[in-house]
């Protein structure tokens, strides 16, 4: 498979892409894993992830972190960029947002495991933390901790 076959499809890399005005109409894309059969851990961070409270309208802040054990796909970064920044203006409460990014991409990729750490500035004087996992992590897979601090206000 030639690099021009692999990268065929993808419509938003290498050009400009205007961000979704929701996280329905953004679009994923996938590129083939050019180390399948090999475990090893891809992890995105997005330290500056924000929705809209579906309430009140009020701008939300979290720092996700992704992981996952691709299996044949990788997400294409810019799609997933994409489709993260389009929750700006998204109202949805902070576990929907945080289960709905990881549906997205295993849907997507149907990686091999997934976990996903969304870490909620606080809303009310409380921060809200959502986890989620697939399943156990494979055997042998090195994960590293996600390396977010717990919120400790302003000590």
């Not at 399948?36 to 720092?63: K, M, N, S, W």
């Not at 990729?109 to 809303?123: E, K, M």
Request: charged residues 20%; negative net charge; contains cysteine.
């Amino acid at each position: 498979m030639t690099q021009e076959t692999i990268y065929s499809n993808l419509t938003q890399l290498g050009g400009k892409a205007t961000l979704p005005d929701n996280p329905e109409e953004a679009v994923l894309e996938k590129v083939p894993n050019p180390q399948q059969g090999i475990a090893y851990l891809v992890r995105f961070t997005a330290p500056e992830f924000t929705a809209l409270c579906p309430i009140t309208g009020q701008p939300d802040f979290a720092h996700l972190v992704i992981d996952y054990l691709p299996s044949d796909w990788l997400v294409e970064s810019k799609s997933l960029k994409l489709f993260l920044g389009s929750f700006r203006n998204h109202g949805s409460f902070h576990e929907d947002c945080t289960i709905k990014v990881a549906r997205r991409l295993v849907d997507c990729i149907a990686p091999q495991w997934l976990r996903i750490g969304g870490y909620w500035y606080p809303r009310g004087g409380m921060p809200i933390d959502v986890f989620y996992q697939t399943g156990e992590p494979p055997r042998g897979l090195w994960v590293p901790e996600q390396g977010v601090s717990p919120y400790r206000g302003r000590g």
